[in-house]
C-alpha cells in the first residue's frame, strides 16, 4: 500500500469551486489509476471520480461537468477541480489510489488517505 495525503477541503458557498490534491508516498512505480471518493453523512461512500495515467476517466453522472479529475505534473499527484458546488457535494472527500478499470468503471484499490472535508453552506 502506499500513503495517500489529502488537501484542500474547506467551508465554501454554493455556486463556489475548491481544489483537491493527493499526492501518494512509498511506491517507486507510477500508480496507474487513481480516484476520489466521498462520504456525506448518513450515506455510503461513493465515487467520485478517477483517472488513470494515461487519461481514462470516470465520472458519478452527479458530476458531470461540475468537477474535473487531473493527474499532476509530480509523479502519484491526483487533483479534483470542483465547480458550481451544491449543498449535496458536502462530504467527506478520500483519495484512494491502486485500484482497477473495468467496464469503463473504477473499483478501488487497498490505499486510503484520511480524508478531507468539504463543506457546502451558505
Known amino acids: 500500500q502506499v500513503q495517500l495525503v489529502e488537501s484542500g477541503g474547506a467551508l465554501v458557498q454554493p455556486g463556489g469551486s475548491l481544489r483537491l490534491s493527493c499526492a501518494a508516498s512509498?511506491?517507486?512505480?507510477?500508480?496507474?489509476?487513481m480516484g476520489w471518493y466521498r462520504r456525506a453523512p448518513g450515506k455510503l461512500r461513493e465515487l467520485v471520480a478517477a483517472?488513470?495515467?494515461?487519461?481514462?476517466?470516470n465520472y458519478a453522472d452527479s458530476v458531470k461537468g461540475r468537477f474535473t479529475i487531473s493527474r499532476g505534473s509530480a509523479k502519484n499527484t491526483v487533483y479534483l477541480q470542483m465547480n458550481s458546488l451544491k449543498l449535496e457535494d458536502t462530504a467527506v472527500y478520500y483519495c484512494?489510489?491502486?485500484?482497477?478499470?473495468?467496464?469503463?468503471?473504477?473499483?478501488?484499490?487497498?490505499?486510503w488517505g484520511q480524508g478531507t472535508q468539504v463543506t457546502v453552506s451558505s
Open positions: 484512494n489510489a491502486e485500484g482497477y478499470f473495468r467496464g469503463g468503471y473504477y473499483y478501488p484499490g487497498d490505499s
Open positions: 512509498g511506491s517507486s512505480f507510477n500508480i496507474y489509476a
Open positions: 483517472i488513470t495515467s494515461g487519461g481514462i476517466t
